[in-house]
């Protein structure tokens, strides 16, 4: 019983930056942005935040600098894709390609590094009580602040006069330019806001889930992100259940290894990209669903002027 309780506890820190990044994602499409750099923006913030950490010893500035490196690659992805209006596909490859350059190459001083011990978490309370205690309330308070953010995000696209006009001008920009918003400015500045979820979900990954830094250690959470948005049909709250899943299998080789399974580790590494292939190939069963929920105009170029 208390395995499977940090089992749980586990699942939820390993689903955590996937959320982050998802949820970021997920901001960007509703507005009809599809920004494939959130591999590179998410390796950018997690040298960044290690940096920061390593020097001042908080955490929390490193989480802060890592969502300002996060919004600042996501902004000159924003500039080339909105103003000047490159592929969006090719852009956010690019930024990805470059976010993993960068970061080997700022990073080469921190290889080898930890940061030091960090307290433990528990709420007060909660924190000792038998399974329950160990596997949900003694997480770090970013996960909480992630499940709070994605029912905020949640309420502000469904509730809020602001969201309801973001996504209007992720179903169709041309009729919301005639209305007298001004389309691109928003757009940028969803993007930046989806760029420093993924800066935090970076320098969680550097600070707190694994603290150290290793080149490429974001290991392809900001593909399996992209995913989510998809998996999740573009709703906050399904990608934050999806990340869990997702964290799940992660978690379930490292599980099935210590229990002593006889499985080889480079099949058990693959876990959470096949299970990443298969939610794709079913939901793809159905385009019409996906048809549905989807942002008219994700992955389209707007021209003012056309």
Same mark, same amino acid.
């Not at 942005?33 to 920061?52: D, K, Q, T, Y």
């Given at each position: 019983? @208390? ?12 689903? =955590? ?7 970021? %994602? ?8 599809? @920004? &494939? ?7 950018? #913030? ?9 020097? =001042? ?18 902004? &000159? ?19 990805? %390609? ?25 709420? +007060?309370?909660?924190?000792? &009580? ?11 308070? !970013? ?28 179903? @169709? ?5 005639? &209305? ?9 500045? $969803? ?6 979820? $993924? ?11 694994? /603290? ?14 992209? #995913? ?7 709703? +906050?709250?399904?990608?934050? %259940? ?21 499985? +080889?580790?480079?099949? !058990?590494?693959? %876990? ?21 929920? !989807? /942002? ?11």
């Amino acid at each position: 019983m @208390n395995e499977f309780a940090l089992l749980i506890a586990a699942t939820l820190s390993a689903g =955590t930056p996937l959320a982050l990044a998802g949820l970021g %994602l997920l901001i960007n499409e509703k507005v009809g942005v599809i @920004n &494939l750099g959130a591999e590179g923006m998410m390796l950018i #913030a997690a040298v960044v935040g290690f940096a920061v950490a390593f020097h =001042t010893g908080n955490p929390w500035l490193a989480f802060g600098a890592g969502a300002l490196a996060g919004a600042a690659a996501a902004a &000159l992805f924003g500039v080339l894709v909105i103003w000047l209006n490159t592929n969006q596909y090719a852009t956010g490859l690019a930024i990805s %390609l470059f976010g993993g350059g960068f970061s080997a190459f700022v990073g080469v001083a921190y290889v080898g590094k930890k940061l030091e011990t960090q307290v433990a978490h528990a709420v +007060p309370g909660l924190g000792d &009580l038998p399974f329950v205690g160990p596997a949900l309330f003694s997480q770090h308070p !970013m996960v909480y602040l992630t499940m709070a953010a994605a029912l905020l995000i949640a309420w502000f696209f469904d509730r809020t006069r602001t969201g309801l006009v973001l996504r209007s001008i992720g179903e @169709n920009p041309q009729s919301a330019h005639a &209305l007298g918003y001004r389309v691109r400015l928003l757009r940028m500045l $969803c993007v930046m806001a989806g760029g420093a979820l $993924c800066g935090v979900a970076g320098a969680y990954l550097s600070v707190v889930y694994a /603290p150290l830094w290793v080149e490429g250690m974001v290991a392809g959470r900001g593909w399996i992100a992209l #995913a989510l948005t998809v998996f999740a049909t573009w709703r +906050p709250a399904r990608a934050l %259940l999806g990340a869990y899943l997702f964290g799940g299998v992660t978690m379930l080789q490292l599980q099935l290894q210590g229990m002593g399974v006889e499985v +080889p580790s480079q099949i !058990m590494s693959m %876990l959470p990209y096949i299970a990443t292939v298969v939610v794709l190939v079913l939901i793809s069963r159905n385009p019409g669903w996906i048809k549905r929920n !989807m /942002p008219g105009s994700l992955g389209k170029p707007f021209h003012p002027g056309a």
